[in-house]
């Protein structure tokens, strides 16, 4: 069965602290996405990336850096933490050439 | 500006019935469409994929419609079970050539009543 693993499902930090947002996946997959959920917006792509080392921008990367230093693992950080980064982080991964895209079960992030 | 719109307003409907969600997008040429379940505190879920060149897919219970010139996707689930109250995502590609990455529709809660 796929799996897409985010390590922590509810994290509060504080302004201005650096976050790290983890994720694993075992399906071997190429790409790798970034998404955040919020209320009344869906979801908004942040990072993607299609190949270890390799980032692009998503729809609102601003606040945001990326790691992929392995093929599974994709890192999402938050340099300096800001009230209006509070949200659903969820983690994804797909083959090459788009179809299925299989989410972790996310990561509810508030910063106070 | 590349648009998505999903029935905003929840659906409530009985047990038994057909559910039918809307998906309407402009400014798109989508390669696919794909539909997600998406249940409280959770990550989305596929359930359907539906290429530009396919009318309609079926998959047990569900049946996506996908008209490029109205560009509207319909998805249909029958016999409606309490089981199947969750939120549902459409979501288009980028078009051709843009990685598989996708634009999302905000949802469309379902509720299905005993």
């Known amino acids: 069965d796929v799996k897409v693993t985010q390590s922590s499902r509810y994290l509060v930090k504080r302004t201005g602290e650096k976050v790290f947002l983890e994720c694993v996946q075992d399906?071997?997959?190429?790409?790798m996405f970034w998404y955040r959920q919020d209320p009344g917006l869906g979801l908004r792509l942040i990072y993607f990336s299609y190949d270890v080392k390799m980032k692009e921008k998503g729809d609102i990367p601003e606040g945001y850096s990326v790691s992929r230093e392995k093929k599974e693992r994709f890192s999402l950080i938050l340099e300096s933490a800001s009230t209006n980064q509070t949200s659903m982080y969820l983690c994804?991964?797909?083959?090459?050439?788009?179809?299925?895209?299989?989410f972790g079960e996310g990561s509810w992030l508030t910063v106070v | 500006s590349q648009k998505i719109e999903q029935n905003s307003e929840a659906l409530n409907i009985q047990e038994g019935k057909t559910a039918t969600l809307t998906c309407n997008y402009t400014?798109?040429?989508?390669?696919?469409l794909q539909w997600y379940r998406q249940d409280p505190g959770r990550g989305p879920v596929f359930l359907l994929l539906i290429r530009e060149n396919e009318k309609e897919k079926r998959k047990e219970r569900l049946k996506v419609t996908f008209d490029t010139t109205l560009k509207q996707s319909l998805f249909h689930i029958t016999a409606s079970q309490p089981a199947d109250s969750a939120t549902y995502l459409c979501?288009?590609?980028?078009?051709?050539?843009?990685?598989?990455?996708?634009?999302f529709g905000q949802g469309t809660e379902l509720s299905v009543k005993p």
């Open positions: 399906m071997d997959h190429e790409n």
């Open positions: 979501a288009l590609d980028k078009g051709h050539n843009q990685g598989g990455k996708l634009i």
């Open positions: 400014n798109y040429s989508p390669a696919y």
């Open positions: 994804a991964s797909s083959r090459p050439g788009g179809n299925t895209i299989y």
